[in-house]
């Protein structure tokens, strides 16, 4: 609670305090009247002065104005009729109860949005001559070298030089499986460091950190308001001057006419119906709550690891029919993994032995896969003469014999028949031989995502009618893979251009209020990201192009992100259609009652305060997306 | 020329109408105010001095919202 709520509380209390207690003490006539206006003051006073601002600035149609003018009218028809002056300040002090609790409930839900989006570390602990110093974050030169302690957040990305721990990344990616780093890992910042403690060689500057950009693209998030936002303002510039025009003629006409029909007028009656309607009137159900709802979805998001940058994101993926996925780095790793071994002479770990040891000093990513694949490579066997013949592999002595490393055309140069695989290979085949003797192969491929085929039936079960894949690579490759995962259609031996045509295609067959999403990771991809109508980017780890030109990121590569946020999205726009349509629907079927005078002010206070706290505890819901 | 300011305003609806006002404003492109995180984004046009607009924007809401505030300086 703030100072201001803390005040508007206490003239809540004092307030109904005074009039109840007012109602026991028995004057009547001008004292009563007088007795009453002072709860009336209490509560109301800086409602009829913002009113009388707003006739002064010719600003009148505002819910101040509309309070002021039903209120005292109210306290006008109770002196005309000697009557009630406790509907009056009811009125007033159930729509200050209102407005205290829509403060509340909205200050309350962005501190809790703020929190969970405040990764910001507030200093570094740098080494210097002089030992440990604490910093500024922005002060540290790239290079640096930093000390993380446990507890402590990561404040810079960095490498580790020294120690080794978990760290928990949970408030960037929404990923609770601590991860593990040790000497030479390169850890972003904006982790917590659980246990161990860490030195770090900083690789950047704080503002180009994780953290920085992070925080710059929540920031900058939501300023893009939805359709949804745009309607309601619309509807609410509309609406409000509306009823009270419809109030006044309401008030005026009916008794004017009874009057030349020479029947009794019924002044108060109907001046009474025309207050009601002033009540109803207050779009503030609305205006709250539809920005509420999507502010409360796109923090729930980012707690999931779901970056949404506005409001209008979130909507047009709520819409989603068609997901149109790039391969690499995607729904596959983008690293190459050896997948299968075949032997003809020695059995596989020996043929991988083999294989990893001429690769000892290879820089090429598929040495660095056949490495992978043999941990134990660095052992006693001697390596000798290594020769990279450029565009064939590489050969060398492995304990004083010659082993060959590569395609084809080194095998005819060791002089060694090939025999032919009986199973189809989509990735690259690495021969293995001896001189004359062929000893068999390695496949090397790009492996999918381990959560990627049920990203996919994820996906199909939520009502995605289309996946689609794109990629650069070969089609066996391509085809390979969708099989594999499930994709309805691919696409492939694209060029970057391909991709942006083959994406404006399906934008243009869409049906009309369906959306196509794209989800990719490069930086080719930004064109696609930038054209599709939601671009998804993978891994905001990654690529900076591409987390520019998406509208959605996606902080770690987990392809079953995306089911998520479009459930998520989904979620928050039930929320804002059930918001729009219960508000309008109470409030008109209660202005229909009003007029026809069986709808009396407590009916109105709650259509205007009781629609309003129900619409903002509904929006709230927009948050809670863990189960989803 | 695009800024983002710091503003207080207490209900949706008079974070619309700052919203109309600042849009209304001489010198500003675009404007757009998020309630929910209490900022106002304003596109300047092409030439136009953030400081004195920005007093003239905070004029012109002041009188759609008596009760407002934009942190700008």
Redesign the interface.
């Known amino acids: 609670m703030n100072k201001k709520q803390k005040k508007n509380l206490v003239r809540i209390i004092i307030a109904s305090v005074l009039m109840i207690a007012f109602l026991f003490v028995p004057v009547s006539g001008i004292y009563r009247l007088l007795l009453f206006l002072i709860p009336y003051l209490v509560v109301g006073y800086d409602i009829l002065i ?1 009113a009388a ?2 006739v002064k ?1 010719l ?1 009148p149609f ?2 101040c104005f509309l309070m002021a003018v039903a209120t005292l009218g109210a306290l006008a028809v109770a002196i005309i009729e000697d009557g009630d002056y406790i509907e009056a300040i009811a009125v007033m002090l159930f729509y200050q109860i209102g ?1 205290w609790f ?2 509340y409930a ?1 200050g309350k839900s ?1 501190r809790n949005i703020s929190e969970l989006m405040d990764i910001r570390p507030d200093h570094a602990n740098v080494e210097t001559e002089n030992g440990i110093e604490e910093t500024d974050p922005d002060e540290v030169e790239t290079g640096s070298i930093i000390v993380v302690k446990p507890g402590e957040r990561v404040p810079i990305d960095g490498i580790v030089i020294e120690g080794q721990s978990s760290l928990n990344t949970s408030a960037l990616t929404g990923e609770s499986r601590p991860r593990n780093v040790s000497e030479g890992d390169e850890v972003i910042s904006g982790c917590i460091n659980i246990n161990g403690l860490l030195r770090l060689r900083t690789i950047r500057e704080f503002e180009d950190s994780t953290v920085s950009r992070i925080l710059e693209l929540v ?2 998030a ?4 939805s359709k949804s936002e745009n309607f309601i ?1 619309k509807f ?2 509309v609406y409000t001057p509306a009823v009270v025009f419809s109030a006044l003629a309401l008030g005026v006409i009916p008794p004017l006419v009874s009057m030349l029909l020479n029947m009794d007028a019924q002044w108060g009656t109907w001046i009474y119906r025309a207050l009601t309607f002033l009540v109803i009137s207050c ?2 159900a609305l ?2 709550s539809i ?2 709802s ?2 409360a979805g796109i923090g729930g998001a980012s707690r999931e690891g779901v970056l949404v940058k506005g409001s209008n994101y979130l909507e047009a993926l709520s819409k989603t029919r068609t997901v149109v996925f790039d391969k690499t780095g995607t729904l596959t790793k983008g690293v190459f993994e050896v997948t299968a071994v075949h032997p003809e002479e020695v059995n596989e770990k020996n043929l991988l032995h083999l294989a990893a040891h001429v690769e000892r000093y290879s820089t090429h990513p598929i040495a660095a896969s056949l490495r992978a694949a043999y941990p134990e490579e660095a052992d006693e066997c001697s390596i000798e003469d290594i020769q990279e013949i450029a565009g064939q592999g590489v050969r060398a002595k492995v304990n004083w014999e010659d082993v060959f490393v590569g395609n084809l055309k080194l095998m005819k140069a060791a002089g060694a028949n090939v025999q032919e695989c009986s199973h189809k290979h989509t990735g690259t085949v690495i021969h293995i031989a001896k001189v004359g003797e062929y000893l068999g192969h390695i496949e090397i491929s790009d492996v999918v995502k381990p959560t990627s085929a049920q990203a996919i039936k994820t996906l199909h079960s939520s009502g995605i009618r289309n996946t689609i894949m794109l990629t650069g690579d070969s089609s066996a490759v391509a085809d390979a893979v969708s099989e594999a995962l499930g994709i309805d259609e691919v696409y492939s031996e694209l060029l970057p251009e391909d991709k942006v045509r083959k994406v404006e295609e399906l934008i243009e067959s869409k049906a009309s209020g369906e959306a196509v999403a794209f989800v990719g990771d490069g930086i080719n991809d930004a064109p696609v990201l930038t054209r599709a109508d939601i671009g998804i980017a993978m891994g905001a780890m990654g690529s900076d192009a591409a987390i520019e030109a998406a509208d959605i990121v996606l902080m770690d590569d987990d392809p079953l992100k995306i089911s998520k946020a479009i459930r998520i999205s989904r979620k928050c726009l039930r929320i804002v259609n059930e918001n729009i349509w219960f508000s309008i629907g109470v409030k008109l079927i209660c202005l229909i009652l009003g007029a026809l005078g069986i709808a009396n002010m407590w009916l109105a206070i709650f259509a205007d305060v009781g629609v309003m706290v129900i619409a903002v505890l509904n929006a709230i819901r927009a948050l809670f997306v863990k189960k989803l | 020329m695009k800024k ?1 300011y710091k503003i207080d305003v ?5 974070a ?2 700052m ?1 109309v006002a600042a849009k209304k404003t001489e010198g500003v492109k675009d404007a ?1 105010v ?6 106002m ?1 304003v596109v300047f046009e092409e030439g136009a001095d953030p400081q004195t607009v920005m007093q003239e924007v905070l004029k012109n809401c002041k ?5 407002c505030e934009i942190f700008f300086k």
């Open positions: 913002k601002k707003g600035n600003q505002d819910e407005e829509q403060s909205v962005r920031e900058n939501s300023s893009q308001k303002s609410a510039r779009p503030c205006v709250i920005p509420l999507f502010f | 983002t207490d209900c949706a609806n008079c619309n109408k919203e757009t998020n309630f929910m995180t209490l900022k984004t009188k759609a919202e008596s009760d």
